[in-house]
């Protein structure tokens, strides 16, 4: 833990189902690590005797740290600092399913470099790209693993031009999102196959090549320079055997065609080697393995077939020495990657002393320990809080600074000071508890999570801020009501529920204030796992829920065309204000954390008068984000010479929060809505302008602007990526209209040779439930079908077109409130 510089925190990404968790499990059972609870024994710590409650705790498996011995030969290659030939690669694997994408991104900020899993076949998928995004903009390096290669090898028919061209297509889709989001300042951050930070692998079979460890190979076979070889493995080369010569043309002078150097003297190679092994006796094996200086055991001498090329290709090829010489050489270690990290880390303060001692990975500096997340122990008893050390030590009994993301520095608000429980090291599915961790580890803590929901800063400086992790946030537009079958079993609902939302930070559990419990999530089909996880696991009682139903938002359409007024209860106070929306744009920077209310007022108003056409004296007069101080809807003070208006600021603050939060037609929260307050006029008294005179006279103007502004309601779209036999399009394209889905595009995969194609359609989230059930149904299984949250639509209808007034009415009855739609005579007074 001390050798930093010969640390790697790589996570693995990628798109669900293409092969992450089976190839993270590949590399730990090569190491020896466990991967599901041992049944009898214990776990091999040392370090304390008291700890014997951690022997029994079994964890789900997140953080796998793999060690590795560096050949002699390739120390040379590694271009960066390192300390001798032994290093650590902490591989974290991502949450798999589809709806955890905010998840997968929130677990990068921990690493400084991520291996990209992709299946060969499907190549760069929605998912894949996103996170690759995600990991850019935070300046995690990406190198590649092209997976299930055996599935294109072995069971297709693919021949090894078309293979070749449907990797190349990857590596360069990949470039391309690297080079619009990568950072030009930290060089070539552009995968290369010929200089191996492209990795083709069968992560199930356990085995993988790079072409340099192929041109190793040859060069010393040959006796050219290894480089040299690399270089002829990708691209256009070509061998002329007949001539002794290398040509870029893929045809000789006597017009004879030649195959592509990576095809003949790879690709080949290795359907040679299936080919011996399924078809010939065993002397021609033998033989082969002489060639291929493969050595077998007298056990897997026995082994015939499927078994035996898997044994043969895995000593050939071997997983584990192949992708951790991929991490070494080509990605970070914490003391290369802090340098750079540090400026998006810690981007507003670089010249504290926080951000020196990460930029350093100073053991010695002031703790910054960033947690990402809370992994369950099995039984969803314990949570350890998944961490990554960035400067100092974290040891047993500090006293730290537990700062969530609602701290701001300097003030009282989410901060906790505590000592730190316990220290442990995560180790597959086991914890290993230490003294300490220094500066450059990934690691975990105990008791964190009475403080901390998921995320947030531990410190040992009075003065540090909040590190900054990019994270998507969590849209949760499924929700469901949630109560126990039987009364007395309410308490453990409630308790289970809070576990649940520890354990998946893509779920939201909340009460609503009529006392119903609502657990909500992104995807339909994700809110089911939740629900099954709540009812076996974290409450382990009978449950009973509601359909699923979605939300909506409340937004306008136009500038008010008059201004409004709102006087306070006692009349003494009048509060004038007028509302416009938001523009799109704007609204996506807000909710992507781009535009940030914790971020200096001169900075965010750059921003937007910079990038977002913004007037910058209006800017720097943004009152507030709402909801929760972050959402997309600003206050902006557009007043001139108002007496005693900073009094009145915060608890117009407070109000707006609460409108936003719970809007005037349905109690949905607003999205893109900006108001502005244009006057104010105030009691001299001080008694008579309270929070308690203000709060409600804010909350009557907001929504009295908002009535007369055209307003209208978004609802939530899904971008659904689906993957049909041609033959079975129709029947699909039939089922999207009936849902009032749109057609993005229709992609054919002419790279492969099965007639499978890609549809992208937008489909209202209100219409998608069941739908990935009826796709398959209707193309006898073979539909693939994968849907993400992508964007908020503006309804067609106004508010008092027959449907929209259904609409209200049913959510109002869903809440509870009254069965009558708001009248702008409530909200508004005259003069
Ligand atoms: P994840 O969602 O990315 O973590 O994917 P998984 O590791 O759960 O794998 C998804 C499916 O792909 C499983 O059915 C695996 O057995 C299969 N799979 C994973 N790796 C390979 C591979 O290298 N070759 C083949 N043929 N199948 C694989
Ligand atoms: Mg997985």
Redesign the pocket.
């Known amino acids: 833990m001390e050798n930093v510089t010969n640390i790697r925190n790589v996570s693995v990404i ?1 798109q ?8 993270a499990n590949t590399l730990a059972s090569i190491a020896g690590i466990p991967t599901t609870p041992r049944v009898e024994g214990s776990c091999c710590s040392t370090v304390n005797d008291d700890n014997e409650k951690d022997y029994d705790i079994t964890i789900k498996p997140v953080v796998f740290p793999l060690y590795f011995n560096v050949n002699e030969d390739d120390v040379g290659d590694i271009q960066q600092k390192s300390n001798g030939s032994a290093f650590m690669i902490n591989l974290v694997d991502s949450p ?1 399913h589809v709806d955890l994408l905010p998840e997968a991104t929130a677990a990068l900020g921990i690493t400084d470099g991520a291996l990209m ?1 992709v299946d060969c076949i499907e190549g760069i998928c929605h998912q894949t790209e996103v996170v690759l995004r995600q990991a850019l903009i935070q300046r995690i390096n990406p190198v590649i693993v092209i ?2 290669i ?2 294109a090898i072995f069971l297709s028919h693919h021949s090894t031009e078309d293979l070749y061209q449907s990797f190349k297509q990857t590596v360069e889709s990949v470039n391309t999102i690297v080079t619009i989001y990568g950072d030009k300042s930290l060089g070539d951050l552009m995968i290369h196959p010929e200089k191996g930070s492209v990795a083709f ?5 356990g085995w993988a090549f790079t072409i340099p460890l192929f041109a190793d190979r040859y060069a010393k076979k040959f006796g050219v320079d290894r480089q040299k070889m690399a270089a002829k493995l990708w691209g256009d080369n070509y061998f002329n055997s007949a001539t002794k010569k290398w040509t870029k043309q893929n045809t000789t002078a006597d017009g004879k065609l030649l195959e592509r150097a990576f095809n003949v003297f790879i690709l080949d190679v290795i359907f040679k080697i299936s080919n011996t092994v399924m078809n010939n006796t065993m002397d021609n094996v033998l033989a082969m393995l002489v060639k291929l200086q493969v050595e077998l055991t007298p056990d897997e001498m026995e082994l015939q077939g499927k078994p035996l090329l898997k044994t043969i290709l895995n000593k050939y090829l071997p997983v584990g020495d192949v992708l951790m010489r991929m991490a070494v050489i080509h990605l970070p270690s914490p003391i290369t990657a802090q340098q750079h990290r540090v400026n998006v880390l810690y981007e507003d303060h670089l010249d504290e002393e926080c951000a020196t001692g990460i930029r350093d990975c100073n053991p010695n500096g002031p703790l910054m320990l960033y947690v990402s997340r809370m992994v369950p122990s099995s039984d969803k008893r314990h949570f350890y809080a998944l961490g990554r050390v960035f400067s100092g030590t974290v040891r047993y009994g500090l006293s730290v600074r537990i700062q969530g993301p609602g701290y701001v520095s300097k003030k009282k608000n989410d901060l906790f000071v505590k000592s730190i429980e316990r220290v442990v090291l995560l180790t597959g599915a086991y914890v290993q508890p230490v003294e300490s961790c220094p500066a450059g580890n990934i690691i975990g803590l105990l008791g964190i999570d009475q403080f901390l929901l998921q995320s947030g800063t531990i410190t040992t400086s009075e003065t540090a801020h909040n590190l900054k992790v990019i994270k998507t946030s969590v849209t949760p537009i499924v929700q469901i009501t949630v109560e126990s079958k039987d009364p007395s079993h309410m308490p453990k609902l409630v308790e289970g529920l809070k576990r649940l939302s520890k354990s998946d930070p893509s779920v939201h559990c909340y009460t609503s204030d009529t006392g119903e419990h609502i657990v909500a999530s992104c995807g339909e089909i994700h809110l089911e796992d939740c629900l099954k996880d709540l009812e076996e696991n974290c409450a382990q009682v009978p449950i009973q829920k509601s359909n699923p139903y979605i939300q909506y938002r409340e937004t306008v359409t136009i500038e008010s065309p008059d201004t409004v007024l709102a006087k306070s209860p006692n009349k003494h106070n009048r509060l004038f204000l007028r509302a416009a929306p938001l523009t799109e744009e704007v609204s996506r920077a807000i909710e992507d954390g781009t535009i940030h209310f914790n971020a200096e007022p001169k900075a965010r108003a750059h921003v937007l008068s910079e990038k977002y056409e913004w007037d910058n004296t209006e800017a720097r007069k943004i009152w507030s984000f709402g909801p929760n101080n972050s959402g997309p809807n600003v206050l902006v003070d557009m007043t001139k010479g108002v007496p005693y208006l900073q009094e009145i600021k915060d608890a117009c603050r407070t109000a707006f929060q609460w409108v936003t939060r719970e809007s005037v037609f349905a109690q949905e929260e607003m999205r893109a809505c900006r108001f502005n307050v244009m006057d104010v006029c105030m009691f001299s008294d001080a008694i008579h302008r309270g929070s308690g005179q203000i709060i409600p006279t804010c909350r009557r103007a907001v929504f009295a602007s908002m009535m007369i502004s055209e307003p209208r309601f978004m609802e939530p779209m899904y971008l659904v990526d689906i993957r049909i036999p041609m033959d079975a399009m129709e029947v699909v394209y039939g089922i999207i209209t009936t849902r009032r889905g749109q057609v993005l595009s229709e992609i054919n995969c002419p790279r492969t040779t099965t007639s499978i194609c890609r549809v992208q359609v937008y489909v209202p989230v209100a219409e998608s439930f069941g739908l990935m059930s009826e796709l398959r149904e209707a193309t006898g299984g073979q539909a693939s079908v994968q849907s993400v949250f992508d964007h908020w639509k503006m309804m067609q209808f106004g508010m008092d077109h027959p449907d929209t007034q259904k609409l209200i009415m049913d959510i109002r009855e869903r809440k509870g409130l009254k069965l009558e739609m708001p009248k702008l005579e409530t909200f508004q007074d005259r003069l």
Do not use: E, F, P, W
């Open positions: 990628g669900v189902n293409h092969g992450k968790s089976t190839l798999g899993v997976n299930k055996d599935h692998a069968s992560g199930l079979q």
